[in-house]
């Protein structure tokens, strides 16, 4: 589940809106208490202000240093760069297609934490800050925001590596 918002320096609060994320990871352990996570995923992101609403679409790829507990908590941080595949803009009945109003290109900071049961499922949530600007127009600058709830599983072959 996603739950995102624009950060917009005109003075325009965009309210949050409700999305989804989804893609795979690799966990590639340095030690018993640290990892490396690259992720890749498919992103819904965007904002909306009463009957409009913006729809930002971004493949995001996030390469999270982990901090990991003997008993599956995990802290994490790192960059994101997310690449856009569409945008659109959506009033009433109404939609047209924004994506050339929109960079290309995403950059924003993950800080979040999770839980690895033994079974090899766990949970996660993050908050993605927005660095960049993501507005391609010069009328004004916008930056996403989200915070992310998640459900993975990992395999066997990384489950074991947990209580090294």
């Not at 609060?13 to 989804?22: A, E, I, L, W």
């Not at 930002?56 to 908590?73: A, C, E, K, R």
């Not at 009328?139 to 993975?152: H, I, M, P, R, S």
Request: glycine share 10%; charged share 20%.
């Amino acid at each position: 589940v996603n739950v995102s918002t624009l950060s917009v320096t005109n003075g325009t609060d965009f309210d949050s809106k409700t999305g989804f994320h989804v893609g795979g990871l690799a966990h590639i352990h340095l030690n018993k208490n640290w990892a490396i996570q690259p992720e890749i995923m498919y992103s819904t992101q965007g904002g909306k202000i009463g009957d409009f609403q913006m729809d930002l679409n971004y493949i995001n790829v996030p390469v999270l240093v982990q901090y990991m507990t003997h008993d599956g908590f995990r802290l994490q941080t790192g960059p994101q760069l997310g690449f856009l595949t569409n945008a659109e803009s959506e009033f009433g009945d109404g939609e047209a297609d924004r994506t050339e109003e929109f960079k290309k290109v995403d950059f924003a900071w993950t800080l979040g934490a999770g839980y690895l049961f033994p079974a090899g499922i766990g949970i996660d949530a993050r908050y993605n800050f927005g660095i960049a600007n993501v507005r391609d127009l010069n009328d004004y600058e916008a930056k996403n925001n989200v915070l992310q709830v998640g459900l993975f599983y990992q395999f066997m072959k990384q489950r074991t590596a947990r209580n090294k």
